[in-house]
């Protein structure tokens, strides 16, 4: 490779990290980083309380299955969702605790409603890297593993859809070594940008559900913009 092509070929590694970086913090403020066009994944490490641990535990311990989709004001939010968690104080912490994420949400965006769904998982709801047709998408796991992404920086974009014939959870091509797998913690709230996001096209962030151990649940929120 000639000194120019080199040389090229380092700038354009360099704008692709760029583009596609990703910021954690650890205050809620962080998320205003997703308006940041060189960005395609904020996380918040937010802390959790043991009202919401044991409220988190009490609803789980009562489902074997759960599945709900919700079009919510951030005005009705807190009543409709206590509603359908089952109306109980034992889960009020979990039900203001999704109500607060549904107001910050829509306040960070200008939204009226967002579009919710809250599922109990026993098995990866989307095991293959992929990325969405959004906007943007806000993803927490209450309880469980949480989501799998890769780096923009390691992905080869050109791969993505491409089926691998040993190994049906990796994709041939896509990323060089397992050790490019991050993942996000139980709790994290992330901001996931999608290709819809204006100027982001062939810059979604490349995410997968995590596979769940026998015996295992998982608790999976996310919000979406609704028209």
């Known amino acids: ?3 120019l092509a080199l040389e090229s070929h380092k700038e354009q590694a360099l704008e692709e990290q760029v583009q596609g ?5 650890q205050t809620l403020d962080v998320l205003t980083a997703v308006y940041q066009q060189d960005t395609n994944m904020v996380v918040w490490q937010r802390d959790s309380d043991a009202a919401l641990q044991h409220a988190i535990d009490a609803f789980l311990s ?3 299955s759960y599945k709900r989709n919700m079009a919510l004001t951030p005005e009705l939010a807190l ?3 206590h509603k359908a968690l089952g109306n109980t ?3 009020l912490p979990l039900s203001q605790n999704i109500a607060e994420l549904v107001d910050m949400f829509c306040c960070l965006f200008e939204l009226e409603r967002a ?3 809250l599922t109990i998982l026993d098995s990866a709801m989307c095991p293959r890297f992929h990325v969405d047709r959004v906007p943007c998408r806000l993803v927490t796991t209450y309880k469980g593993v949480a989501t799998q992404w890769l780096p923009h920086s390691l992905i080869n974009r050109s791969a993505l859809g491409v089926r691998a014939v040993k190994d049906a959870q990796d994709q041939s091509g896509l990323y060089q070594s397992k050790e490019d797998i991050q993942q996000l913690t139980e709790g994290d709230v992330a901001l996931l940008k999608g290709e819809l996001w204006p100027g982001n096209e062939n810059a979604g962030l490349v995410h997968r559900s995590p596979a769940v151990g026998v015996g295992e649940k998982r608790l999976l929120l996310t919000l979406d913009f609704l028209d």
Do not use: H, P, Q
């Not at 970086?21 to 913090?25: C, L, R, S």
């Open 1 to 3: 490779m000639s000194a």
């Open 89 to 91: 104080d034992n889960v």
């Open 79 to 81: 009543d409709t969702i």
């Open 21 to 25: 970086k990703f910021i954690v913090g």
């Open 62 to 64: 009562e489902k074997d």
């Open 115 to 117: 579009g919710l769904r």
